[in-house]
């Protein structure tokens, strides 16, 4: 869905910190939202997990930073980094022309998916949070 | 709770309807129309508009305004002819620096003086507190507007909107013309490392904001509107500090690396004593570039050398330039030689960088010293 001119999938998980996460198969990939993109305007610089590294829900795992400023970035779901996406290394641009596909940040194997996976929004719920935010 | 109202330019109608708004110093601002990187880069290789209207922009006029001048600030003003513009600071007695500014010589006994948004109120209250009497110091900030027209395109997009020969008026010189019909004050100075131009434009209050609009919409046809985000990013590549972050109250011209806007043997301004002072010792920390291989340096992260900490970066970002962070900092007098290695650690990690003294673009290809043809 799109809500106030941000693309809101309707097949994602995502959490108040405007991460998103997307269940495929064993694996989870994460990204951020469109919002969260087009708030830091032009995305230069992308700092992400290593691979083999272990992240916990909730905990900072990095950053994505534009010209002005630093946003940094919450993981969603506990477990271990898969992959990182490299092509973001040559263009972080990725992350405001594409922040669901081309622009995604990091694979992992969760390591406590069901239970984790309660204290997310779905796409309803987060549309909602979007638009108290863009009321205030 | 009460909430102070953000205070708006003149062509606030334009920026609402085309920019992302931020409050700065008070105002409501634009702070990019498009994105940031995008309109840097038009500023660096065509030319880009900035509404820089919030600037403080007082007047000072009278038989006694040279004198009064002359003891504000650490640059000669006697000695300036009229039709220059001149970047300069406002000390305290300490030697600190209050503000940096430009003041534009109009006449004999005539000025513009632009100061910071943020600190503009500071500003009056320290030029009426030294002011003698029977001088008029006058704000004329919400009567008047200004526009930036910055980058290597910038005299071909404003020549096409007055008569006055850009071509003729050289680097920080100004003069009044009528532009797109109006009253206005043009100077050849700017705070991005490029040609260009500051245009004044008299009798531009927010009950009537019709002509400046007019102006804005005419120069918009020819050249890029430009947010508050690039005006950073383009002052910083330039290596320019920008008040409250790289400068303040308590750094002095020499750490500052502007030293160059003492004149030599001038005395009797607020501040002389210890400048005449400072001016003999080394001083114990200088501002410099720097630039790291990976990672982007942002203000208040630690500097650090073989030996442990050596500075502290005062305001970072990403140079679409160099495509790398780069950072001015202020680093201990003995590691600040250019070229020097150093690291800034970011998020736990320790960021390898050099040294270098700015502009952090080379000088033959960007700004406004660039050779003609590239």
């Not at chain 1, 400023?69 to 405001?96: C, M, Q």
């Not at chain 1, 969760?110 to 935010?133: G, H, V, W």
Request: hydrophobic residues 40%; contains cysteine.
């Amino acid at each position: 869905m799109e809500i106030r001119g941000y693309q809101v999938p309707d097949d994602l998980m995502y959490t108040k910190e405007h991460e998103w996460a997307r269940e495929e198969g064993e694996v989870i990939r994460v990204g951020i939202t469109d919002y969260a993109a087009k708030t830091l305007n032009d995305v230069v610089y992308v700092s992400a997990p290593k691979v083999n590294v272990t992240i916990e829900q909730s905990k900072p795992m990095g950053a994505v930073e534009s010209i002005k400023a630093v946003s940094e970035v919450y993981a969603p779901f506990s477990g271990k980094v898969l992959e990182t996406n490299h092509d973001l290394d040559s263009h972080p641009e990725l992350i405001n022309k594409s922040p669901y596909m081309e622009g995604w940040l990091i694979m992992v194997a969760p390591s406590n998916l069901p239970a984790e996976r309660k204290s997310l929004l779905d796409a309803k719920a987060y549309a909602a949070f979007l638009e108290t935010l863009l009321q205030k | 709770m009460f909430k102070a109202v953000p205070k708006t330019t003149q062509l606030f109608g334009y920026h609402s309807t085309h920019a992302t708004l931020t409050e700065f110093a008070g105002y409501e601002m634009p702070l990019w129309y498009t994105t940031t990187a995008a309109e840097h880069m038009a500023v660096r290789n065509t030319s880009g508009i900035f509404d820089v209207s919030h600037m403080g922009r007082f007047s000072v006029e009278g038989p006694k305004a040279t004198g009064f001048l002359e003891s504000l600030v650490p640059t000669a003003v006697k000695a300036q002819p009229p039709g220059k513009a001149f970047y300069t600071l406002l000390l305290n007695t300490k030697g600190g620096i209050m503000d940096d500014l430009i003041i534009e010589k109009l006449g004999e006994d005539a000025y513009m003086v632009v100061v910071n948004a943020a600190n503009a109120k500071a500003d009056m209250d320290h030029m009426l507190a030294n002011s003698p009497k029977g001088l008029d110091v006058v704000d004329v900030t919400d009567s008047t507007a200004m526009i930036a027209v910055q980058g290597p395109g910038a005299i071909a997009s404003l020549q096409r909107l007055t008569d006055l020969d850009l071509g003729q008026l050289k680097r920080f010189r100004c003069a009044e013309a009528r532009v797109a019909g109006e009253n206005a004050l043009i100077s050849r100075t700017g705070y991005t490392g490029e040609d260009g131009f500051e245009v004044t434009v008299y009798d531009a209050t927010s009950e009537h904001p019709d002509g400046v609009m007019k102006l804005w919409e005419k120069l918009a046809e020819t050249s890029t509107p430009c947010g508050l985000g690039a005006r950073d990013s383009l002052r910083l590549e330039a290596g320019f500090p920008l008040h409250g972050a790289d400068i303040n109250q308590a750094t002095n011209p020499f750490e500052a690396d502007l030293a160059w806007v003492i004149t030599a043997g001038k005395r009797g301004f607020i501040g002389s004593e210890v400048i005449e002072a400072s001016a003999a010792q080394l001083p114990s920390r200088v501002r410099r570039g720097l630039v790291l291989d990976s990672g982007i340096p942002r203000h208040g992260f630690e500097v650090t050398g073989d030996a442990g900490a050596v500075g502290v970066v005062t305001s970072g970002t990403f140079s679409p330039i160099l495509r790398r962070g780069i950072a001015l900092c202020y680093l201990a007098y003995a590691g600040s030689e250019p070229g020097s290695t150093i690291g800034v650690t970011i998020r736990g990690v320790n960021q390898s960088g050099t040294v270098t003294k700015p502009p952090f673009y080379e000088e033959r290809l960007y700004g406004w010293k660039r050779q003609k043809g590239n």
